[in-house]
C-alpha cells in the first residue's frame, strides 16, 4: 500500500519518467547529485582530520590533499551539474511534448479534443515550458537539482553523527524534518486547481490571447473591445496573484514553531558535544568533524523542495492523467470479427453511401444530433445535404469521416459497414473541404498537396479551382515568411478546393465539400462549382451548402431537419413537391442585387 503510493506520488513520476526519458544523461545527473549530495557531510569530515592533524603536529599532506580534492569538487560540481541538468531540462521537454502528440494524434476520433473536462490537464501539458505557471523545464532543473542537493546532504551530515551517538542523528532529522514539513505549507500552492483557480487562469489566457493575435484584431478595435480586454486581463491575473499569495504566503505561526523545534534540538547536540569535548571524551578532531556535521545537517531546511518539485512534475502528472484518457475519449472501436466473418473485399470506384437508422449523441451530451436517420447516396453521383443552422449536415458529414462512431445504426460503403473497413484507406479514398478548413503556413504546392506530388498536378488542381493565377508554388502562404503572402477569404476557399481536387486527381473517389463555396462571390460561386462537379464527375460526391444556386447543380437533394432526413429528390422534384426545400429555395431566389466590374448593377432574377 506504502509502496504503490510513494510510486504515485508526483516527484516520484517526475524522476522516473525523467530517468526512462533520457537514460544517459540522467545517469550523469544523478551521478553529479549523489557527488554533491555528499560534499558537505566530506568537508566536515576532513576539516575534523585536517584540524587533529594540526593539533597533533604530524603530517599534513594527505589531509590537505583530500581537503583540496574536495574543495576543487566543490567549485566545479554545481556549475557541470547546471549544464547538464539544462540539457536534460530540454530533453525532457522534448520528451514529454512528444508524448502529448501522440495522445492527441493517435486516436482515429477527435472526441478526446473536445472533452471540457481534458482542457486543464491539456492546458499544463502543452504549455508548462512557456513559462506562465512557473520556470520552463530547463531552468526548473536547476531548482530541482539545488533543493534535492540541500536534503540530501543534510542527510548525509546528520548521518555523520552516528559516530558521536545513536540519538544525535535521529534528533537532527526529526528537528530538521519537522521545520520541512511546517514550511512546506507555505511554499507550494497545493489548491492551483480550483475552479476559482482554473476559471481566472482561462479568462486571463484568453483577453491575453485575443488582444495578441491578428485574427481578433479587427473586431476589437471595431466593437471598443480593447479597454475590456486589457481590464479583464488586469483583473483575473491580479486574483491569480492573490489566491497564490494566500496560498504561499510565510505562515507566521509555521515559522515560530520551527523556528523553537530547530533551537532547542541544535541548542541541545551541541551543547553535549561540548561538555564532551571538555570532559576529554571527544578529541578535537572529533569535535570539530560532529560540529561540522551538525551545522550541515540544518540543509535539510525547507529549500524549496516542494516547491521545485511541484512545479516540475506538474506537467507529468497531467500527461500521465491525459494519455489514457485521451485514448479511451478518442478511439473508434471496431467490432470484432463474428465466426465466418470475411474481410471485406478491396474497393474500387466511386462507392453507394447508405445511412440506416444512424443515431448519434456528441460525447458528454445525451440529445441525438441524428435520429434513426436513413439515407442512401447513390454510387458516382452528386449529392447535396441542405437544412437550417444545426441541423445536423457537417455532422453527417464528420460520421462519413470516421472521426466518430454512431452510437446506433450503421454508415454501410458499398454494402460494407464504415467500421470494418480498414480506416486509413477509407480516409485516402475521401477528399473533403470543411467549412473551417485549415489554411496552411506552407508553400502553396504543399496547401494543394501536403503529401507531396508532381508540380503539373498541382497547378492543374489550382487551374481547377481557379486559382492558378494566385502565386508560385513555392510562395508562403503566410506573410510571417520570408516572400510569403497572404490571400482573401474566397482565394483561400479555391485554394481548399484545389487540395480536394488534387486528392480526387490521385485517387479519392468519395468528395466532401462543407459549404465549399460560402466565401465565394455570386459568379465565382456557379462557375467554379460546376468546374469542381467536372473534376470529381467519377466520384460520389456529397455538397452541404445553403447556396440554392450551387445546390441546384447536383443529381439529388436531401433536406434535413431536427436530425432526420424529410425529403429527397432531384431539384426539379422537390421544387415540385412544394414542400420545405421549396420554401428555402424561394427565400433565396428572390431577386438580388450586385454591381459588376464597372460598378453597373446587375440584377439575378433567380438562382
Ligand atoms: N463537437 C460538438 N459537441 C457537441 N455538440 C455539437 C458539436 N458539434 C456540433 N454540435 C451540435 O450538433 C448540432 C448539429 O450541428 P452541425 O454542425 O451538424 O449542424 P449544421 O447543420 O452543419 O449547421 P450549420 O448549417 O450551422 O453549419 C448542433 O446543435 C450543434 O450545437
Known amino acids: 500500500m506504502a509502496r504503490t503510493q510513494l510510486t504515485q506520488r508526483p516527484s516520484w513520476r517526475f524522476f522516473v519518467t525523467m530517468t526512462r526519458a533520457v537514460p544517459g544523461l540522467s545517469a550523469v545527473w544523478w551521478a553529479l547529485l549523489a557527488l554533491r549530495s555528499l560534499l558537505p557531510a566530506a568537508l566536515a569530515v576532513c576539516t575534523g582530520w585536517l584540524v587533529g592533524a594540526v593539533a597533533a603536529g604530524s603530517d599534513l599532506t594527505t589531509p590537505l590533499t583530500a581537503f583540496g580534492i574536495l574543495f576543487v569538487a566543490a567549485q566545479v560540481a554545481p556549475p557541470l551539474h547546471q549544464v547538464i541538468g539544462t540539457l536534460l531540462g530540454h530533453r525532457l521537454s522534448n520528451e514529454l511534448n512528444e508524448r502529448l502528440l501522440t495522445a492527441t494524434l493517435e486516436p482515429d476520433g477527435i472526441g478526446h479534443l473536445e472533452r471540457g473536462d481534458l482542457s486543464n490537464d491539456l492546458t499544463t501539458a502543452r504549455d508548462f515550458d512557456l513559462g506562465m505557471t512557473g520556470p520552463p523545464m530547463f531552468i526548473n532543473m536547476d531548482f530541482v537539482a539545488g533543493s534535492v542537493v540541500l536534503l540530501l546532504a543534510g542527510v548525509a551530515s546528520a548521518l555523520v553523527l552516528f559516530g558521536y551517538s545513536w540519538w544525535a542523528p535521529l534528533l537532527l532529522?526529526?528537528?530538521?524534518?519537522?521545520?520541512?514539513?511546517?514550511?512546506?505549507?507555505?511554499?507550494?500552492?497545493?489548491?492551483?486547481?480550483?475552479?476559482?483557480?482554473?476559471?481566472?487562469?482561462?479568462?486571463?489566457?484568453?483577453?491575453?490571447?485575443?488582444?495578441?493575435?491578428?485574427?481578433?484584431?479587427?473586431?476589437?478595435?471595431?466593437?471598443?473591445?480593447?479597454?475590456?480586454?486589457?481590464?479583464?486581463?488586469?483583473?483575473?491575473?491580479?486574483?491569480?496573484?492573490?489566491?497564490?499569495?494566500?496560498?504561499?504566503?510565510?505562515?507566521?505561526?509555521?515559522?515560530?514553531?520551527?523556528?523553537?523545534?530547530?533551537?532547542?534540538?541544535?541548542?541541545?547536540?551541541?551543547?553535549?558535544?561540548?561538555?564532551?569535548?571538555?570532559?576529554?571524551?571527544?578529541?578535537?578532531?572529533?569535535?570539530?568533524?560532529?560540529?561540522?556535521?551538525?551545522?550541515?545537517?540544518?540543509?535539510?531546511?525547507?529549500?524549496?523542495?516542494?516547491?521545485?518539485?511541484?512545479?516540475?512534475?506538474?506537467?507529468?502528472?497531467?500527461?500521465?492523467?491525459?494519455?489514457?484518457?485521451?485514448?479511451?475519449?478518442?478511439?473508434?472501436?471496431?467490432?470484432?470479427?463474428?465466426?465466418?466473418?470475411?474481410?471485406?473485399?478491396?474497393?474500387?470506384?466511386?462507392?453507394?453511401?447508405?445511412?440506416?437508422?444512424?443515431?448519434?449523441?456528441?460525447?458528454?451530451?445525451?440529445?441525438?444530433?441524428?435520429?434513426?436517420?436513413?439515407?442512401?447516396?447513390?454510387?458516382?453521383?452528386?449529392f447535396a445535404i441542405v437544412g437550417i443552422n444545426g441541423a445536423g449536415k457537417t455532422t453527417i458529414a464528420k460520421l462519413l469521416c470516421r472521426l466518430y462512431d454512431p452510437q446506433a445504426g450503421a454508415i454501410r460503403i458499398d454494402g460494407v459497414d464504415l467500421r470494418e473497413l480498414p480506416i486509413a484507406q477509407w480516409r485516402s479514398e475521401l477528399a473533403a473541404v470543411f467549412q473551417d478548413f485549415v489554411r496552411y503556413e506552407l508553400p502553396l504546392r504543399d496547401n494543394v498537396m501536403p503529401l507531396g506530388g508532381e508540380d503539373a498536378a498541382a497547378s492543374a488542381a489550382l487551374a481547377a479551382a481557379g486559382a492558378d493565377r494566385l502565386a508560385g508554388l513555392d510562395t508562403p502562404m503566410a506573410k510571417g515568411y520570408p516572400g510569403g503572402i497572404d490571400v482573401s477569404g474566397g482565394q483561400w476557399q479555391r485554394i481548399a478546393l484545389a487540395r480536394a481536387i488534387a486528392k480526387v486527381e490521385a485517387g479519392a473517389d468519395v468528395v466532401l465539400l462543407d459549404e465549399p463555396t460560402a466565401m465565394l462571390d455570386v459568379r465565382g460561386e456557379a462557375e467554379i462549382f460546376s468546374r469542381v462537379l467536372d473534376a470529381t464527375a467519377h466520384a460520389t460526391t456529397i455538397l452541404i451548402s445553403h447556396r440554392f444556386s450551387t445546390v441546384r447543380q447536383v443529381d439529388h437533394i436531401c433536406v434535413v431537419e431536427e436530425g432526420r432526413a424529410v425529403e429527397v429528390g432531384s431539384h426539379d422534384e422537390l421544387v415540385a413537391l412544394g414542400g420545405r426545400y421549396r420554401t428555402m429555395y424561394d427565400v433565396q431566389a428572390s431577386r438580388f442585387v450586385e454591381l459588376d466590374d464597372e460598378g453597373e448593377e446587375v440584377v439575378y432574377e433567380s438562382l
Open 173 to 382: 532529522l526529526a528537528a530538521w524534518g519537522s521545520t520541512h514539513w511546517l514550511l512546506r505549507e507555505s511554499g507550494v500552492w497545493r489548491d492551483r486547481n480550483t475552479d476559482e483557480v482554473k476559471s481566472a487562469r482561462r479568462h486571463t489566457d484568453y483577453a491575453y490571447t485575443l488582444a495578441t493575435e491578428p485574427a481578433a484584431a479587427k473586431e476589437v478595435r471595431l466593437f471598443g473591445f480593447d479597454d475590456w480586454l486589457l481590464e479583464r486581463f488586469r483583473t483575473n491575473r491580479l486574483r491569480l496573484h492573490e489566491l497564490q499569495y494566500a496560498a504561499t504566503r510565510l505562515r507566521e505561526r509555521s515559522l515560530l514553531g520551527a523556528l523553537v523545534i530547530v533551537l532547542c534540538a541544535n541548542g541541545f547536540l551541541l551543547f553535549m558535544i561540548a561538555r564532551d569535548a571538555y570532559a576529554g571524551a571527544l578529541t578535537l578532531q572529533q569535535t570539530v568533524t560532529f560540529a561540522g556535521a551538525a551545522f550541515g545537517a540544518s540543509l535539510i531546511a525547507f529549500g524549496g523542495l516542494s516547491w521545485a518539485m511541484d512545479v516540475a512534475s506538474a506537467p507529468v502528472m497531467a500527461l500521465e492523467a491525459l494519455e489514457p484518457e485521451m485514448h479511451a475519449a478518442g478511439s473508434l472501436v471496431t467490432p470484432a470479427p463474428r465466426p465466418g466473418d470475411r474481410s471485406p473485399p478491396p474497393r474500387r470506384g466511386a462507392p453507394e453511401i447508405r445511412f440506416e437508422k444512424v443515431t448519434f449523441a456528441y460525447p458528454g451530451t445525451d440529445r441525438p444530433v441524428l435520429r434513426d436517420f436513413d439515407l442512401t447516396i447513390p454510387a458516382g453521383s452528386s
